[in-house]
């Protein structure tokens, strides 16, 4: 997706932004500003190192003195919203860390989060100075702006996709949570998607943290309900025992398992790299009354190392009653992707039933 996202920094755009400064700041060197953004490798950059070079750019050009560049862009900002404009943080987070200007870079980032995100951004501040930041972070949670709100949470996950990790939460999530008090039943669905994605991110280093916030939290607000669940969704797909039962999966007793019979097949089992599979499983239930199900196939890929490495595709998650047969079919596609490449070799598939290992088969990809 990255690499898509670049390209709306075309040469076009940049142009067009530089004619936005220069009616807002007059000594704007916009031939001098378009060239050092577009200099070589230009194109080979990626999305957030392009953001960067524009970012650095600005640096260059705007007045040196911090309050009156701030002030220049403070004056075009409801001309540059939405996501093209995450170079705006990006400039306090280049240009404002000197410790003079952390209040005004504070102030810019709430600011700009508003018509933009300043979630990456704020994240080179938490590292610098984490308690100074954190208390203005612990303040934006109890924000009137939703954007603002959701900043308090986004910015201080501890494995924020496309930034940097934040060492000191992963080792140490207590400021997250005091954050996430305030948060976890929030009004907005923005606001709420943040919070259980940063419970998602503790949990995979903290699983214990999480489990004992679900127990603290649950059943006392729907809202805070769906972001648990959201929030445990990686201990659930990992099948860990007190998230299934926290949400009302049923357990996989050895003395009275979920199901008396499962079957996985697949045709072809023969294939090559780019071409597709159709997976099709049945399972016998075997229970008295109603039970939450969850289903996955998993695949265990090689890698380039010759080993394999597994990774989970949800079939159904669902309720369902008694003595029945589930039964379906999947279509997997080989063929090569952005985010996994494929290599040859013979490749375990398992069906898996809330976590544990059902049935299983294998295919054997050629070149």
């Known amino acids: 997706m990255a690499d898509a996202l670049k390209d709306i920094y075309t040469e076009e755009f940049i142009q067009d932004f530089g004619k936005k400064v220069k009616s807002a700041y007059s000594d704007f060197p916009r031939e001098k500003f378009e060239e050092s953004v577009l200099l070589p490798p230009w194109e080979e950059l990626p999305l957030r190192a392009r953001m960067h070079r524009i970012a650095e ?219 597709g599979c159709e997976l099709t499983y049945s399972i016998d239930l075997d229970q008295d009354t109603s039970a939450r199900i969850r289903i996955e196939y998993g695949i265990d890929f090689i890698k380039s190392n010759g080993r394999p490495s597994r990774k989970l595709f949800l079939l159904t998650d669902k309720t369902v009653s008694g003595k029945v047969t589930l039964t379906g079919s999947r279509k997997h596609s080989f063929a090569d992707l952005t985010t996994r490449s494929h290599y040859p070799g013979i490749h375990q598939i398992v069906l898996l039933i809330n976590g544990q290992e059902a049935a299983k088969t294998t295919l054997t990809l050629n070149v």
């Open 57 to 275: 750019s600005l640096g260059t050009c705007l007045p040196s003195n911090y309050q009156d560049a701030l002030n220049i862009l403070f004056s075009i900002e409801k001309e540059c919203t939405g996501f093209p404009y995450l170079f705006f943080p990006d400039f306090v987070a280049a240009f404002g860390q000197n410790e003079e200007h952390l209040e005004l870079s504070m102030d810019a980032l709430k600011r700009f989060t508003k018509l933009s995100s300043s979630e990456f951004a704020i994240r080179p501040f938490i590292l610098l100075n984490t308690e100074f930041t954190m208390k203005y972070m612990q303040t934006w949670s109890s924000d009137t702006n939703e954007h603002v709100r959701r900043l308090s949470s986004e910015g201080c996950r501890p494995r924020l996709p496309w930034s940097m990790d934040l060492p000191m939460f992963k080792k140490d999530p207590a400021p997250i949570l005091k954050i996430l008090e305030n948060l976890k039943a929030d009004p907005s669905l923005y606001v709420r998607k943040s919070v259980a994605n940063n419970l998602n991110d503790i949990a995979k280093d903290h699983p214990e943290i999480v489990i004992n916030t679900v127990k603290q939290w649950i059943g006392k607000n729907p809202d805070t309900d769906w972001i648990l669940r959201q929030g445990c969704r990686t201990l659930i797909r990992k099948a860990n025992p007190e998230a299934l039962t926290l949400f009302g999966y049923s357990e996989m007793i050895e003395a009275k398992p979920l199901y008396k019979s499962a079957s996985l097949t697949v045709r072809p089992e023969v294939l090559a790299i780019g071409d």
